[in-house]
């Protein structure tokens, strides 16, 4: 942050897909911190990496499966993690929201189903769900990935989507990003 002020439109971020998840993160980076970088689109992640590997473009967000074996060569230098808690894969890395409070990008996955699906099915469904990510094995495979289980109710998983959604509105106005 300091440097983008110090060099305003001066530094640039590879997105490696206009409207992604990626390109979020760097817009709500921009829209908390008041930084002015640029966005340089990409087709695909990969490409962008390869740019910031090659100097050629000085940042990105990248998910921890595609920058993982760069940071761990020493190639990319890991800045901070968008997680609202550190990773426990980079313990020293710390989160962004360390420097701008209440910084907060990551990804999720959610299960879902048909608009009428039975309440006795949702549950069913919800609960083998949760016991499937309490197992170590699922826990452990779960958080090799940079991730970190969850596993809650339909009625806090909808509350958690509201949240989400109504966070991310803004990010997206500012962003400029539209529906292809």
Avoid: C
Wanted: hydrophobic letters at 40%; zero cysteines; aromatic letters at 8%.
């Amino acid at each position: 942050m300091e440097l983008a002020k110090k060099k305003p439109d001066k530094l640039n971020f590879a997105i490696g897909g206009v409207g992604s998840s990626l390109h979020m993160a760097g817009d709500m980076f921009k829209l908390k911190s008041g930084a002015r970088i640029a966005n340089i689109p990409y087709r695909g992640t990969a490409p962008a990496i390869q740019d910031v590997l090659a100097g050629q473009v000085e940042l990105m967000f990248a998910n921890i499966g595609n920058a993982q074996q760069y940071i761990a060569s020493g190639k990319l230098k890991a800045l901070g993690v968008t997680s609202a808690k550190r990773l426990g894969a980079f313990p020293d890395v710390p989160t962004i929201s360390e420097t701008l409070p209440g910084f907060e990008s990551s990804a999720w996955f959610g299960l879902f189903g048909p608009a009428r699906l039975s309440s006795e099915m949702t549950k069913r469904l919800s609960e083998a769900s949760i016991n499937a990510i309490q197992t170590a094995e699922v826990r452990r495979r779960i958080e090799s990935e940079g991730a970190s289980p969850v596993g809650n109710s339909p009625q806090e998983f909808a509350k958690f989507l509201e949240q989400d959604i109504a966070k991310w509105r803004e990010v997206v106005k500012f962003s400029g990003a539209k529906p292809e």
